[in-house]
């Protein structure tokens, strides 16, 4: 495989956990990391399943990373996500100093990579990070357009009933 | 108490909370979460400890008062931290709803409350928090002050064996 090839077998896995979120009723974001070839954590968004506001995605797959090497170092490791990450995630890839990050979809309302701010990329900080968006960027949005069209629909019914 | 002699109180026991930290050779940073008058989260970075890169004073007091409250929405709560905020830990911030933020001092090199961002006044997320900085400063500040100095003191002493 090629890059390219690589990173959207990665992606493909963190959408697959995106899945396993709208299963349960969370909105459908999912993460990956991978260190050699090899993946280390894997996690999805489980907010309302644990009510508790960090769960998510990418910050339940940086705690599994880390156990996994017992070091919050995460050097060598690619984290690929569905979504953009936002500032508290964003921020927690800065703290474990994750390389290189690949994400799906921007997200326009909170996303601190590239949207609203670029902290991945701020030489102010102790640690900046090599970016790749949109790899299998349609698929990913859509899980999410879908997820929130459903969720309207029901709540829509439930009114008339 | 008036409203200072309050923010002193809890910031107090956020900085004995700073103190547990550096008796365990950690970072000396604490945080407090108050709701109605009453403690319902208290943490101290313990990011060595753990060996978890998301094991910040703020985010670790942010998960408790979630389990507390049996919810991932921290209304009408306050948070005490003796030093700014990193942007993991603003994002936390936002992503929980915590209303009100005191902390101590400033963190210029890593700070995204007042120092580098003004994460937790920006009106494009769907959050803002009430921010009071310079409660006990000097003190919050002070710990960690002391804290680098000895452990470069320390350092050096290693270089001369």
């Known amino acids: 495989m090629n890059g390219l090839e690589l990173d959207q077998h990665y992606m493909k896995m963190a959408i697959e956990e995106a899945n396993k979120a709208a299963a349960k009723g969370e909105v459908p974001i999912g993460a990956v990391i991978v260190r050699d070839g090899e993946v280390i954590a894997r996690a999805h968004n489980l907010r309302e399943t644990t009510q508790n506001a960090v769960t998510h995605a990418e910050l339940l797959a940086i705690q599994q990373a880390c156990e996994e090497l017992g070091s919050w170092r995460l050097e060598n490791t690619i984290l690929y996500v569905t979504l953009e990450p936002c500032p508290m995630c964003a921020g927690a890839i800065l703290q474990s100093r994750i390389p290189r990050v690949v994400y799906g979809a921007r997200d326009v309302k909170a996303g601190s990579v590239d949207s609203l701010y670029r902290l991945l990329n701020d030489e102010r ?35 008339l009933l």
């Open 125 to 159: 900080f102790n640690h900046q990070c090599e970016v790749k968006e949109n790899v299998l960027a349609d698929e990913c949005g859509g899980l999410l357009t879908q997820f929130f069209r459903a969720l309207r629909e029901k709540k829509k019914k439930r009114k």
